[in-house]
């Protein structure tokens, strides 16, 4: 089952030529994730041809204005649009005061459900059938929330050629035992899971710290990601400056990546003062982790499955 990275927005703090506000839009299933909501949003949707009309969930990491300023333009559009599907937007405290003044004081008419819910603790966020989110508090200079998107186990491999020596029919019984489901066969004979399907298979697990500094917690949280999407505002030569502001350079992000044993690592919230990628990605691989780069607006991963 696939499952795409698109970043929407790769600066931070304030946009440039090349680079928008913080968006990140994991399409899956025919539904989109997005982590944070940078100013434009809309537009960079449409570039993507990421659709107003899908099921949707927003994730805001924190209530510093580059990272949700896209929320009044990116509701307005849809209801222009006449989006009917809900649109349940997360975040920390002040979400809701935020949008109920746009509802209030900007001239538009709503058309669809929106559900705010504001994120106290850190922890379980929400879940899906196939997948969970969660949260946790982030080092930075305002409340900050970093995310992951952990997908449940899938199940186990189904080996067609034990059920057919079991001498179970093709069809229904098949996908109740893939499902877990103990059958019970014509002649009597009770067949569980185990005997015709392997072990669980892992889900992909993708974090995305949003602002902020290196943690030990935040290794944990980041523990065997398939990708971590980090903060790394500044290159290592500003290291007091990223401190101060509570902000990542390269090195630190691959200090996570290396104690977390993720898979994938990927830089955003890039100040404008680098023209290019290239001193932040060489910092980066110097500091001895080789799947790194840095976002570029617009930029796609496809993730795969786990093996196994
Ligand atoms: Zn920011
Ligand atoms: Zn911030």
């Not at 949003?41 to 204005?65: D, E």
């Not at 982790?289 to 840095?294: A, G, K, L, P, T």
Request: aromatic fraction near 8%.
């Amino acid at each position: 089952m696939s499952l795409q990275v698109i970043f929407l927005g790769t600066a931070g703090s304030i946009p440039t030529t090349k680079r928008s506000l913080p968006a990140i839009a994991i399409k899956r299933k025919g539904e989109l994730i997005f982590f944070d909501c940078g100013e434009g949003v809309q537009r960079q949707m449409v570039k993507a041809g990421l659709g107003f009309n899908r099921k949707m969930k927003v994730f805001v990491t924190h209530m510093h204005g580059d990272h949700m300023l896209g929320l009044p333009g990116l509701i307005q559009t849809m209801s222009l649009l006449d989006r009917t599907k809900k649109l349940e937007i997360y975040g920390p405290a002040g979400l809701e005061d935020f949008i109920e003044a746009i509802e209030k004081t900007v001239q538009f008419t709503l058309t669809f459900p929106l559900e705010i819910s504001e994120i106290e603790n850190e922890g379980f966020v929400c879940e899906e059938k196939e997948y969970e989110v969660y949260a946790m508090w982030m080092n930075h200079s305002a409340p900050a929330l970093a995310y992951s998107l952990v997908e449940k186990p899938r199940p186990g491999r189904f080996y067609p050629e034990k059920a057919k020596a079991l001498g179970i029919p093709k069809g229904e019984l098949w996908s109740k035992l893939q499902h877990g489901t103990t059958v019970k066969l014509s002649k009597g004979r009770i067949v569980k899971p185990e005997e015709v399907v392997g072990l669980l298979r892992k889900g992909r697990k993708i974090v995305y710290t949003g602002d902020g500094k290196f943690s030990e917690s935040l290794v944990a949280f980041a523990e065997d990601a398939d990708l971590l999407i980090h903060d790394c505002t500044f290159d290592d030569e500003l290291e007091e400056r990223a401190k101060e502001d509570g902000h990542s350079t390269p090195s630190q992000a691959v200090k996570t990546a290396k104690k977390a044993k993720v898979k994938r690592l990927i830089l955003t919230h890039i100040s404008a003062r680098y023209k290019t990628s290239e001193l932040l990605l060489e910092q980066a691989r110097k500091s001895g982790f080789s799947n790194v780069d840095v976002a570029e607006d617009f930029m796609q991963l496809d993730l795969p499955l786990p093996q196994g």
